[in-house]
């Protein structure tokens, strides 16, 4: 936090109006899974067995100078020098999170150290049930769950990363919470999930309204014991409680690609430097206000936590509502945050189980997760 809140405030008197918090940096795009709501591993083949080197994500990392790197995918495990590039990470003291399944992590973790810098970010979609669902592989929950327990009492940090569709039972979320907390991670990360155009299920992504009814019923009246990693305004944005527009310049995304035009979650084009991306991006074009279909029912962390991250560190104001809202933002009572998905039917059973189907088949071969 006071590596983040230095950064902005050196920032802010520098006057930058855009600058970048987090890099999403993707070595890869190949994974062992194939998820119903992703839309990362619809490449052909030959775009899947391709990889960034570590020199390439060093330079990513020096030009835009970042103090955090989150390393997603595909599956960053799979990358056959992810240990070269986490640890040239951690010499240079930037915070990284590694975003992985966990399918691979027992199996890989000696390859890292333990360090106040290096963070597993586990995938974990909610409760058994729904999380093997959502992943589409019966006893993925079971795995992760093992290798949270192993890098826990390894002395490794480890957070949960969680994205919610249509049809989450705030309920269970709850208990979820629970049982994260129970593993020992030390925070929890939220989001509602995009509907990526290449996605096989285009059926259960999230409104705006029906997003704010959901993370209301799900954070409202919360346990004290939770502990999320991410800006507690935020958190109120999800709920509905808050306002912000989209920066989608605050986690640039890069790939093997190169510089993705505009963001993380959509693909308009790439460019060869960080510079050219800052400067020949029409950020007017994107965002909810700019009127883009495409953007109109997005509220991921990726386009709108550094929002949230920039009010807070903004001003004395913002710093004081980022303190009432760590200390007693949903903790108050809400007693009509739960009617909505009372009355509302649950989406049918047969409806779940045709889909993990048609996902088990689909998805990636044992030949392909060793390419």
């Keep these: 936090m006071w590596t983040v809140a230095t950064y902005v405030l050196r920032q802010k008197l520098a006057g930058r109006k855009r600058y970048p918090l987090v890099l999403m940096l993707e070595p890869l795009f190949r994974c062992n899974l194939a998820c119903a709501g992703c839309g990362k591993i619809q490449y052909p083949a ?17 030009e835009c100078g970042v103090p955090m790197v989150s390393i997603p995918g595909g599956e960053p495990l799979l990358h056959p020098q992810i240990d070269k590039i986490v640890q040239g990470l951690v010499d240079r003291r930037k915070y990284v999170y590694l975003c992985t399944n966990a399918l691979l992590l027992k199996e890989k973790i000696d390859l890292f150290k333990p360090s106040k810098y290096l963070t597993f970010s586990v995938h974990m979609d909610g409760q058994r ?29 480890v957070t949960t990363n969680t994205t919610l569709f249509d049809g989450a039972d705030p ?7 629970d049982e994260m907390m129970d ?3 030390e925070g929890m990360m939220l989001s509602p999930g995009y509907n990526y155009n290449k996605a096989p299920d285009q059926q259960h992504f999230l409104g705006r309204a029906r997003t704010r009814r959901l993370f209301r019923a799900i954070l409202a009246n919360r346990s004290k014991r939770w502990k999320f990693n991410q800006s507690p305004l935020f958190l109120e944005f999800l709920m509905g409680r808050r306002h912000y527009p989209c920066t989608p310049w605050g986690m640039p995304t890069y ?7 505009p963001c993380y979650l959509l693909q308009d084009g790439y460019v060869e430097t960080y510079e050219e991306l800052i400067n020949t991006t029409r950020w007017e074009e994107y965002g909810t206000e700019s009127g883009n279909p495409r953007c109109a029912n997005c509220m991921v962390h990726s386009g709108y936590e550094a929002s949230a991250v920039d009010d807070t560190f903004g001003s004395l104001v913002g710093m004081v509502r980022a303190a009432k809202a760590s200390l007693f933002g949903g903790t108050f009572p809400d007693p009509d945050a739960m009617k909505t998905f009372d009355q509302s039917p649950s989406a049918p059973r047969q409806a779940l189980v045709s889909l993990t189907i048609k996902q088990t088949a689909a998805a990636p071969s044992r030949e392909m997760e060793t390419v």
């Design 183 to 185: 593993l020992g991670v």
């Design 129 to 157: 049930e729904h999380h093997d669902f959502s992943v589409c592989r019966e006893g993925g929950y079971d795995i992760a769950a093992e290798a949270i327990r192993e890098a826990v009492q390894r002395g490794f940090r």
């Design 171 to 177: 309920r269970s979320v709850r208990a979820f919470f």
């Design 255 to 261: 790939n093997i690609f190169g510089w993705q035009k």
């Design 46 to 62: 030959h775009i899947l067995r391709k990889n960034l080197t570590p020199e390439q994500c060093f330079k990513a990392v020096e």
